[in-house]
């Protein structure tokens, strides 16, 4: 797993940030003008739950955009385990700024520590496995690199970042090609430098699959029989990535199969906000 600290995923961290200020603040915080403008404090983001922490560079660039003289100092760190009334960072400048500055921050560390306390459960229920746990396109609108970012917090991996990075040749593509065969010459053809996925439903079309050179197979929506066949006929030529609507539960028995990758889209898209809050002191 590459290092998500310093990743391409976090190329938009100021962008994502401005956005949501913006949305938030508007013409400005009418509340925290009740708040004389020179009064100092300092406040804790505490959390409230069993988690995992994720959110760390989007909530420092929360409070630096809101007022550059505000300091965060964080106790814990993205990728640590978080439990009840755990104090994660302590943050110290202006109320008003802390104030303004208050829910963007805890908005984008609630929704990714979600997401990475949710990988790191799968990921760690499928260790004893060689498989890699996939996320996939499934997320929120503006967030996907952010929440991509949180997937690799927690132990699990990236599929394609979107459309551009890599083929993923689905039963619609094939149809409107002309086939399994005819799809991957011409994406090679196309950008010979791209991973070419084509997605199968039977056996016999991952055998054109593999005979056509796929580099990845995906297998949907197939049961554990047919995973573990295709393991078989595909005999290390391809990776071979299961797809279905898998949750943590079933994922485990779908790795212990010997496919390379699980894909599951409930990384991003099936998760309840972890639980933060900012109390000053």
Not at 188 to 210: D, N, S
Request: glycine fraction near 6%; aromatic fraction near 4%; charged fraction near 25%.
């Amino acid at each position: 797993m590459n290092n998500p600290l310093h990743s391409p995923l976090l190329d938009n961290v100021a962008d994502t940030v401005r956005y949501a200020l913006a949305e938030d603040i508007g013409t400005g915080d009418i509340t925290a003008e009740l708040i004389p403008p020179d009064r100092m404090a300092e406040a804790r983001i505490i959390c409230r739950q069993h988690a995992t922490l994720c959110g760390e560079p989007w909530v420092n660039e929360v409070f630096k955009q809101v007022d550059p003289d505000i300091t965060v100092e964080w106790v814990l760190h993205d990728g640590e385990s978080l439990s009840p009334n755990d104090v994660v960072c302590i943050i110290r400048g202006k109320a008003r700024s802390l104030l303004t500055a208050e829910r963007s921050a805890l908005n984008f560390m609630q929704t990714l520590s979600a997401v990475a306390s949710r990988a790191k459960t799968i990921s760690g229920q499928v260790k004893h496995t060689n498989v890699k746990i996939l996320d996939t396109r499934k997320t929120i609108p503006g967030l996907r690199l952010a929440q991509k970012y949180a997937v690799q917090i927690g132990g699990c991996y990236n599929h394609r970042i979107g459309l551009y990075d890599a083929y993923l040749i689905k039963e619609n593509h094939i149809t409107a090609s002309g086939g399994i065969t005819a799809a991957i010459r011409k994406a090679r053809e196309l950008h010979p430098g791209k991973h070419v996925e084509v997605e199968v439903e039977t056996h016999e079309q991952l055998k054109e699959a593999l005979a056509a050179n796929a580099d990845i197979v995906l297998l949907d929506n197939h049961t554990l029989e047919m995973l573990r066949e295709a393991v078989r006929i595909n005999n290390g030529q391809a990776k071979l990535e299961a797809s279905g609507g898998y949750d943590i539960e079933s994922a485990v028995a779908v790795a212990e199969t010997g496919v390379d990758y699980i894909s599951v889209g409930s990384l991003t898209k099936h998760i309840s906000a972890t639980d933060f809050t900012m109390l000053f002191d």
